[in-house]
């Protein structure tokens, strides 16, 4: 067999074995997108007159809810980040919202901490209180079981994120600087806050340091090799409203802002105590701050 024949052999034989790998990773894929997909939450924002148009690469936004479940409880979503993403800008904006942020509930008629939306009623509950909070619209929603979410982070390949500052939490010993996290590791470097100086707020930035560093591993060609693994964890832990072709259409055309993050905070609101209940009380000038600047990001006049 001449050397010629030898070549093309060997690469027919890559080409037919990649194209085989691409369609069993696509149809893995979109199998359980397919399975995480819920169809029965909304659709399009009341905020919006029509759905935004991904192919079009208009700006978005992303409600993340970090949900403990509990036996017998619903849970709630102790993790409330709202992200607004706009790919002709090339930039994300990332806030996290204070769980026990005293709001409206939409759908109850009544004041109460954030974080009991979802216990109330579930992540459409959440959704339409996250909103009125914000005045913005929320496009899409993605809730995760938060005590899986080692799983979720072991299924990329770990973390590497920027402490801040140095502390120990559960026998673990978390150095000041950049340090590589573990699912077990990510899972006690989020939940740290009784030694924080910052409190609650401290804890919010680890979370969405190690949110953004999941989503930045998820997106790599690297997390390809780990994709049956990270394909099954999300099967399991996560929930949306996305479906598998807009999936696809962020997946293509927004990941390009990840290389642009911006983080801004509700931390010049105070502690307020009513009926023996504490609650976070906004302040409302930084509030509507906050509004024009991701109603900016978002362009919406």
């Known amino acids: 067999m001449s050397k010629k024949i030898i070549w093309i052999t060997i690469i027919s034989s890559l080409l037919i074995g990649g194209t085989v790998y ?12 397919e399975t995480i997909h819920e169809p029965e939450i909304r659709k399009v924002s009341n905020l919006r007159e029509t759905e935004v148009e991904l192919v079009e690469k208009e700006p978005i936004s992303v409600l993340l809810l970090g949900v403990d479940e509990r036996e017998a409880d619903v849970g709630r979503s102790d993790t409330i980040i709202v992200l607004t993403v706009n790919p002709s800008l090339a930039s994300i904006k990332v806030l996290s919202i204070p769980r026990d942020t005293y709001t409206e509930i939409i759908g109850l008629d009544k004041m109460d901490k954030l974080n009991h939306a979802y216990a109330f009623g579930g992540i459409d ?14 496009d899409y929603v993605v809730q995760v079981n938060m005590e899986s979410f080692l799983e979720i982070v072991d299924s990329v390949g770990g973390v590497t994120v920027e402490n801040t500052s140095a502390f120990e939490e559960n026998g673990y010993l978390f150095e000041k600087g950049p340090i590589h996290l573990d699912g077990d590791k990510a899972l006690n470097y989020v939940r740290m806050r009784m030694n924080d100086p910052l409190g609650d707020f401290g804890r919010q930035a ?17 997390s390809l090799l780990h994709y049956k693994n ?17 999936m696809m259409d962020i997946q293509k ?3 390009e802002a990840l290389t642009n993050v911006e983080s801004i905070s509700l931390d010049s609101g105070s502690g307020k105590r009513m009926n023996n209940i504490w609650y976070y009380v906004p302040e409302e000038e930084e509030l509507n701050e906050v509004t024009m600047i991701l109603k900016k990001h978002l362009e919406i006049e």
Request: proline letters at 2%; glycine letters at 4%; zero cysteines.
């Open 230 to 246: 990270l394909l099954a964890t999300l099967a399991e832990n996560i929930r949306t409203n996305m479906t598998f072709d807009q």
């Open 253 to 255: 055309g927004y990941k």
């Open 125 to 138: 509950m959440a959704l339409h209180s996250v909103e009125s909070l914000l005045d913005i619209p929320i």
């Open 206 to 222: 680890r979370q969405k340091q190690v949110l953004l560093a999941v989503l930045k591993e998820g997106a790599s060609f690297s």
């Open 22 to 33: 691409a369609t069993s990773i696509y149809k893995n894929v979109s199998t359980t997108l």
